[in-house]
């Protein structure tokens, strides 16, 4: 059974889509939540597009006539459904964007789209074309009728929490309490090691997303294609530091970390680093400001874990101070930092000086890995 789907939000003819039929939107809304659950919690907003569009496919429903904000549109609609049901029972599905910014866009999953939308039109030319047609005669036809549907680039996942987690014990993820306080003892861990400015290597920039988009922002702001920095700091320690861990034997702490990684809490780099991943910021964000007292960005007031810092040392803590019982915390040393594309607006649209110390960002920045 369908019913027509109008979404009273979206101004134009009292509805999103005049006269388009939609399977119920119960059907929709179920298969969203449980695609999210699937990709453990976490899933980048055009995968859950293109998972959108499949399901229409599926159900006949896919209507070509809609263009990718309107797509969107709908999508939104349907997390904003979900969250209502959630809501009674304390959870709920909230947007993060990724601190790789959107011109890091992943191309598999623009790939995957592309493939998805030659689907969609050589179903459509096999359906409605009553001449036996080539494979070089499908193809051309395909290029020729090719829906002008493209991604937008994206940085934001939707992630699944508890909207009531105020402390690790309360947390859509279920960890025991062992693995509680392994996380706890690896986010420190984490935190110490961003407190060390270390110096770039010989391939530093070809193999690091974020120091290429920086790169560019100072390339751009300059007109000097050689732009960059030479420092940098880092919020991820290698697996054999993390082996260190007392209470854990360095097996058990290498199936924790592989649990963690597909649970996307923490992430692996390709030399075999470990950080904070989105779900693990997105569902202790708070603990973390308070507890840790980490950083946030000066645009977005979000947890930065990759992006441009200020390399002023007097935001740098160094361990005496930390050692000092009578430190007042207020007056404890803050890194000033945001994440690219907040960075790339900050400089474009605020200013070229850091807002805590007034140095040069262009000459006195650094890179956070």
């Known amino acids: 059974m ?20 939609h399977p119920r939107i119960d059907i929709s809304k179920q298969f969203i939540l449980q695609y999210i659950i699937e990709c453990n919690g976490v899933c980048h907003e055009n995968v859950l597009l293109i998972a959108l569009m499949n399901l229409k496919l599926d159900q006949k429903d896919f209507d070509k006539t809609l263009n990718i904000k309107q797509w969107l549109e709908i999508l939104h609609y349907y997390i904003d459904e979900i969250n209502v049901k959630l809501n009674p029972m304390m959870f709920k599905i909230v947007t993060v964007n990724h601190d790789l910014g959107q011109r890091q866009i992943n191309s598999r999953i623009q790939s995957k789209f592309e493939n998805f939308m030659t689907q969609i039109n050589r179903n459509h030319i096999m359906n409605n074309n009553n001449l036996s047609l080539s494979g070089e005669r499908i193809e051309q036809v395909i290029s020729n009728n090719m829906n002008p549907l493209t991604l937008p680039q994206s940085n934001k996942f939707y992630v699944y929490i508890n909207a009531q987690s105020t402390n690790e014990t309360k947390l859509a993820t279920n960890f025991t309490p062992r693995e509680i306080e392994f996380i706890k003892w690896a986010i420190q861990q984490f935190i110490d090691e961003s407190n060390i400015i270390q110096y770039r ?30 420092q940098y700091i880092t919020y991820t320690v290698g697996s054999t530091q993390l082996s260190s861990y007392k209470d854990l034997s360095p097996l058990e702490t290498e199936e924790i970390l592989k649990q963690l990684t597909d649970l996307k809490w923490f992430y692996r780099t390709n030399n075999g680093k470990f950080g904070m991943d989105i779900r693990c910021i997105a569902e202790l964000h708070d603990l973390l400001i308070n507890n840790y007292d980490l950083p946030i960005c000066q645009i977005c007031n979000r947890i930065v874990q990759m992006g441009v810092t200020c390399g002023n040392i007097s935001h740098f803590s160094n361990e005496e101070e930390e050692d000092d019982e009578e430190e007042d915390n207020e007056n404890k040393p803050t890194k000033v930092m945001w994440h690219v594309d907040c960075f790339q607006y900050y400089m474009s649209h605020v200013s070229e000086n850091c807002n805590g110390c007034n140095s040069p960002l262009i000459i006195g920045g650094l890179y956070v890995v």
């Open 201 to 230: 290597s010989g391939n530093f920039n070809s193999q690091n997303g974020i120091v290429t988009s920086i790169n560019k922002i100072l390339s751009e702001k300059t007109r000097n294609p050689q732009m960059s920095w030479n």
């Open 2 to 21: 369908t019913e027509t789907y109008v979404n009273p939000e979206v101004p134009g003819n009292n509805g999103y889509v005049q006269g388009v039929n």
